[in-house]
């Protein structure tokens, strides 16, 4: 999509005097030209876009689900040691074997 729409509704706007129509079309056509740039610098254009976009959410999903189970790992190996020093420092050694 090219700006000349854009250059349009703001020339109207200059000779006319910006009405609300006006206002709104040239805010419409700066969102849609901005957004299509946007997605082109990202290479987001091609069809395969969707498809790449949903396999990196995916990716995304496993890597924070990778994390979180990880990090519960940790914490539940954490506890453990502690419970096991602590045993044994009351005396309950046989208990940590």
């Known amino acids: 999509m090219s700006g ?3 250059a349009q509704l703001i020339a109207q706007g200059v ?3 910006a009405g609300l129509v006006t206002l709104r ?7 849609e030209l901005g957004a299509t740039r946007a997605l082109a ?7 395969r876009a969707a498809g790449d976009m949903r396999e990196l959410r995916d990716l995304l999903a496993a890597w924070r689900d990778a994390k979180t ?3 519960k790992a940790v ?3 954490v506890s453990a ?10 005396g309950f050694a046989e208990l940590v074997q």
């Open 69 to 71: 189970s990880a990090w």
């Open 41 to 47: 610098r990202l290479g987001l254009t091609d069809e």
């Open 15 to 17: 000779e006319e005097g």
């Open 75 to 77: 914490f539940g190996w």
């Open 81 to 90: 040691a502690v419970l096991a020093m602590l045993a044994v420092k009351l």
């Open 4 to 6: 000349a729409v854009l």
């Open 25 to 31: 079309g040239i805010a419409e056509e700066a969102g």
